[in-house]
């Protein structure tokens, strides 16, 4: 089967090199340098006129943590519907409690708003939780309305975090997939493809 490999970008230029190099997918974002936040309306609709392969949006109102406000999970909701009136085929989001743990009540809320139309990815919040491996357990019980993890297994690099990311691809199977992440480049993506088995990987440099 072939892998899926997603590009994330925060410009128009980008996601189009990143198609012409083989990506299968984009993520759109805002602000890389913020590790990714809402991208902005013309953005969208200019990746989804543009691109012949699918994008997903990110869906974060700003940088820093991911423990949000009730306003700020508005404003999310807002941006879930806009990306579902114009067709995108899928939304990135997450979020996290005060205590450090996945923020599931609001996840599933947001993720719930995306459905039926829209695929729904949890990012990387999930590598900020004391157990990545038992938070992604938690969404394993809500695969109904969770299609991908984005994970580094808890780690800064997907090579570091290996043994998280083989546990969760064994039990995501046929459930959740597993989209790993964290330094991965065109130059070790075979390798890590070797080792994990995953069925999507991720990054800025991946193609």
Partial sequence: MALEIEVCVDTLEAALVAEANGATR?????????????PDE?????????????????????????VYSEAEFAEMEQAIDRCKARGVPGVVLGALTESGTLDLTHILTLAARAKPEMLVVVHKCIDFTPDPAAAFDQLLEHADLIDYVLTSGGKPTAK????????????????????????????????????????????????
Avoid: W
């Fill in 160 to 207: 570091e975090g290996l043994p998280v990311l083989q546990y969760m691809i064994n039990q995501g199977r046929d459930r959740i997939k597993v989209m790993a992440a964290g330094k991965i480049t065109k130059d070790n993506l075979n390798e890590l493809s070797d080792a994990l088995g995953a069925p999507a990987y991720h990054g800025r440099l991946i193609v």
């Fill in 26 to 38: 984009i993520e759109l974002c805002g602000r890389l340098d913020l590790d990714g936040t809402t």
């Fill in 42 to 66: 013309a953005f969208i609709q200019a990746a989804l006129t543009q691109l012949q392969i699918p994008i997903h949006v990110m869906i974060r109102p700003r940088g820093g943590d991911f």
